[in-house]
Every structure is written in structure tokens, then in C-alpha cells.
């Protein structure tokens, strides 16, 4: 009699409990009052307020470079004393009037003395004079000279003139060029000069000039 009766309870209970479970679920309980159930959808997060703008740091700068002591300056090259010079003569040569003016013979190095002085009476064409003025010769060799031309004979109209410039003395020969590049060179013969012209064309010729001053 009891089994039969527990075997009826188990029944029932088991019944029981199928209902319940057809039956739908009560809604969720919020957490607190007034609460809703929240979505797993991302929703987008509110701006940041703008960032207050500041003008970046000064950056200090470095400690100046301790400068490289000054180095002496090189001396400037010597200056070459200027050669003393005698009384002013007037002299006319290849018709054309010129001043001399020479120096004194112990002022110039002695390997340049014989190039020094007033050497004319040359011709390099029987149409063509030509005198040679060597005023002063510096110790590099560089020398200051007036070369004179003109015709020869009263019925000669070929023009005349007088240059100023500069030469070179080198391996002991004076040489210098025209403007219009003409060359010349000048070597001692004995007390005189001897003298060869080249024209740009090439063509040569030869005089001698003659010791005057």
C-alpha cells in the first residue's frame, strides 16, 4: 500500500514539472529600479572636449661652440724698395722725343746691369728705326722699358711711336710683346744689344743696338 502510494507522488511530480516547463519565462528582473537591458551593439562613444591648443616648448640651444683661437695671418710678401733714379734728360730717337730717366747702377742686381740703359741707332728694315729704353729691373726680373720706331729717309711716311711697358728677364734675355704680338728679344753682345723682332706672321729679323746711355 505505501509503495503504490509513492509511486503515485513520483507521478504526480513528474507531471508537475512538465507543465512548468511549457509554461514562458518571467521577463528579467532589472539590477536596480529603472534600469534596461543593455544591446551588445557598439554604440559610438561621445567626442572628446578639443584638446587646448599650446605652443610647443622653446627648445634651449645648445651653448655656443667655443671658437678656434685665431691663426696668425701670413706676412704679406715684401715689397720691393723703389729703385732710385737719376735726372730726367730729354732725347729724340726714330724722330720721336722721349724722357729718360735712369737709375742709379747700384740699385739693380748685378746680373741684370747689362740690359740697363738707353740702346738705339738699330733698324730692323732700312725703312724702320728702332731704340730700346730699359729703365729699371726689379729683383723677380721684371723690367720697365720704352721701346721707340719710326721711319727712315725724308720720303718714309710709315707712322712712329713710343710704348711703355714691361718685360721679363729670363736665362739672361729680355723679352716682351707687342700689342699686336709682336715679339722681341734682347741679348747682351759685348757692350751692345743684340735684338730679333717675329712678327705673328712668322717672319724674323735681326738688329743691333747700340750702347747710347
Known amino acids: 500500500m505505501i509503495r503504490q502510494f509513492t509511486v503515485a507522488l513520483a507521478a504526480t511530480v513528474l507531471l508537475a514539472g512538465l507543465a512548468a516547463a511549457q509554461q514562458p519565462l518571467p521577463p528579467p528582473i532589472p539590477l536596480y529600479p529603472g534600469a534596461a537591458p543593455r544591446s551588445i551593439e557598439p554604440e559610438p562613444l561621445a567626442p572628446l572636449p578639443p584638446a587646448r591648443a599650446e605652443p610647443p616648448a622653446v627648445m634651449p640651444l645648445p651653448p655656443p661652440a667655443e671658437a678656434p683661437p685665431p691663426t696668425a695671418a701670413a706676412p704679406p710678401p715684401p715689397i720691393a724698395p723703389p729703385i732710385a733714379t737719376g735726372p730726367a734728360t ?23 746691369r747689362p740690359f ?17 729704353v730699359v729703365e729699371a729691373v726689379q729683383p723677380d726680373g721684371t723690367a720697365s722699358i720704352v721701346y721707340v720706331y719710326g721711319p727712315i729717309g725724308s720720303n718714309n ?22 700689342t699686336d704680338g709682336t715679339q722681341f728679344a734682347f741679348r747682351p753682345l759685348y757692350a751692345d744689344l743684340d735684338g730679333h723682332l717675329t712678327t705673328p706672321q712668322g717672319q724674323t729679323y735681326q738688329a743691333v743696338f747700340k750702347k747710347t746711355l
Do not use: K, M
Open 90 to 112: 730729354q732725347r729724340v730717337f726714330c724722330d720721336q722725343p722721349i724722357t729718360v730717366r735712369l737709375p742709379e747702377r747700384g740699385a739693380i742686381p748685378e746680373r741684370y
Open 157 to 178: 711716311r710709315r707712322p712712329g711711336g713710343v710704348l711703355h711697358g714691361t718685360g721679363i728677364i729670363r736665362d739672361g734675355e729680355l723679352r716682351f710683346q707687342n
Open 116 to 132: 740697363v740703359g738707353v740702346w738705339s741707332d738699330a733698324a730692323w728694315t732700312p725703312q724702320l728705326c728702332a731704340a730700346l
